[in-house]
């Protein structure tokens, strides 16, 4: 069994081990005698698991209007402990003097998904986006992926002969 069940745990039936975070896994193995053979000592085995640098995947833009839109992409921690995530967003498609803006889910301990609403966007726009995930141990960007603004809408009024335009035609 497991003495550190908040590093790792121990299928007492099928004896697998699970790594739940990094840190000093401590197990201790017995065996009980029987009527034939005397019990044998309790073995203690500690090891050290180490964390790995975070994954990132840049998802699909959501909820895209002509003014905004929600950036997406998801994150695992490696066990590394606390998990800034953050987007690069520009209009070029290098991301070249790209902003840089954190998810509202930043920082997390867990692995999971991020997002940040942008707004203000010019209609009729293709931007480009990419999703970093950052710790102690390291970092890792998703690709870079993106999406167009929708165009501004035209409204044409007509009263008395006259017509009066507003916005672009699409």
């Known amino acids: ?23 000093i896994c401590a197990i201790t193995v017995s065996q009980g005698g029987d009527s034939t053979y005397a ?15 975070p994954t990132a ?8 209007t002509k003014n905004g ?9 490696g066990g590394g402990g606390s998990t800034t995530t953050t987007f690069k967003w520009s209009t070029d498609s290098n991301l070249s003097g790209a902003a840089t803006v954190t998810a509202i889910e930043s920082p997390r301990t867990s692995d999971g998904t991020g997002s940040y609403t942008l707004s203000g966007l010019t209609p009729g726009t293709t931007y480009y986006f990419q999703i970093i995930g950052t710790n102690s ?3 890792a960007s998703g690709s870079i992926l993106n999406f167009t603004t929708t165009s501004a809408t035209a409204i044409t009024l007509d009263a008395d002969d006259k017509s009066i335009s507003y916005g672009q035609a699409t």
Do not use: M, R, Y
Request: glycine share 6%.
């Open 137 to 139: 141990t390291g970092s």
């Open 39 to 53: 019990p044998a000592e309790s073995v203690t085995q500690q090891f050290e698991i180490t964390p790995s640098a």
């Open 57 to 64: 995947t840049t998802n699909s833009a959501s909820s895209v």
């Open 1 to 23: 069994n497991s003495e550190s069940t908040n590093i790792c745990t121990v299928d007492s039936s099928t004896g697998v081990v699970t790594f739940v975070k990094a840190g």
């Open 69 to 77: 839109a929600v950036l997406n992409g998801s994150v695992t921690t």
